[in-house]
């Protein structure tokens, strides 16, 4: 009876180690630089339209990566929970 309040340490860390390797990784993000000079502002501004508009779809999909991962974990959270709750159960007579 004295494990019994190792099992939530047991649940997140089998959660965490067993997630995160087959879990997508959403990276942030950095910014496009724009220079202060504005004579190279203008030498570079092709350049400069094209960071941002990289920036502007990658963040898009970083947002899109985000959101998947939220629903996945709130899924697997919802299934955790059950399993405990079968676990509880079964073997603490609850």
């Known amino acids: 009876m004295k494990l019994l309040h190792l099992i939530p340490q047991v649940i997140l860390l089998s959660a965490v180690v067993g997630s995160s390797a087959s879990s997508a990784t959403s990276l942030a993000l950095q910014r496009p630089f724009v220079p202060s000079d504005p004579v190279a502002a203008v030498e570079f501004a092709d350049l400069i339209q094209q960071d941002f ?26 299934e955790v929970s059950h399993q ?6 079964e073997n603490m007579g609850e």
């Open 84 to 89: 405990y709750g079968a676990f509880m159960n």
């Open 53 to 78: 508009e990289d920036y502007i779809r990658d963040v898009q999909v970083y947002f899109r990566c985000l959101d998947a991962e939220r629903a996945r974990t709130f899924e697997e959270a919802r």
